[in-house]
């Protein structure tokens, strides 16, 4: 089934992923995604605290990659991916604000929400590897965020970090790479 169906039925009628179909329940937004699938399926909640303080700092994370970081992303490599355009140094420097920003964010903590590993870093890491495999920008000088890039990988390399994350992030990078360079 894709985002829209033969019948004209549509799963998601703002056309775009991801949308979760689990089993009839149909859900959009990454953000919503992520917190229906560890508050149906995780074994405890740490990945999505239920502390009211942790879970807003948890949810502020998620919200400012997907609303904040992850659109800045898209001005930026989207124009030169599609249309084969010359990246735009405004756009390039609009986003390079909000890789500031998620490094001060990390500041001496280990992980994006605090010192315990969240939903907020799976949803950070996917924009980052993708800003990684770029190659625009040196994400070594953001010693925070290049300390927890490390961390995180690890974390997930045993839950298919390698397929489930940087398989795309690579090839976004790469269409990237191919008109820049
Ligand atoms: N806020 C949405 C953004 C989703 C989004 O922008 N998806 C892109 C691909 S990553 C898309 O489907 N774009 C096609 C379109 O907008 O027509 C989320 O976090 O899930």
């Known amino acids: 089934m894709g985002l829209r169906c033969k019948s004209g039925n549509e799963i998601n009628p703002l056309h775009q992923i991801p949308v979760l179909n689990d089993?009839?329940?149909?859900?959009?937004?990454?953000?919503?995604?992520?917190?229906?699938?560890?508050?149906?399926?995780?074994?405890?909640?740490?990945?999505?605290?239920?502390?009211?303080?942790?879970?807003?700092?948890?949810?502020?994370?998620?919200?400012?990659?997907?609303?904040?970081m992850f659109p800045r992303m898209v001005g930026y490599m989207a124009g030169p991916i599609l249309d084969g355009e010359e990246p735009d140094a405004e756009k390039g420097q609009k986003l390079e604000e909000a890789i500031n920003h998620l490094n001060n964010f990390i500041g001496d903590n280990q992980w994006v929400a605090g010192n315990t590993m969240t939903a907020a870093d799976i949803i950070a890491v996917s924009n980052i590897a993708t800003i990684d495999a770029s190659g625009a920008f040196d994400l070594k000088a953001y010693p925070n965020l290049w300390q927890w890039y490390g961390r995180i990988k690890e974390a997930l390399s045993s839950a298919g970090y390698n397929e489930v994350i940087k398989k795309g992030a690579d090839m976004f990078g790469k269409a990237f790479k191919d008109v820049v360079h």
């Open 23 to 68: 089993g009839g329940f149909i859900i959009s937004e990454s953000v919503v995604i992520m917190k229906y699938l560890v508050d149906t399926y995780a074994k405890d909640d740490t990945l999505f605290p239920k502390d009211p303080r942790k879970a807003a700092v948890t949810l502020q994370r998620m919200l400012f990659i997907s609303a904040y």
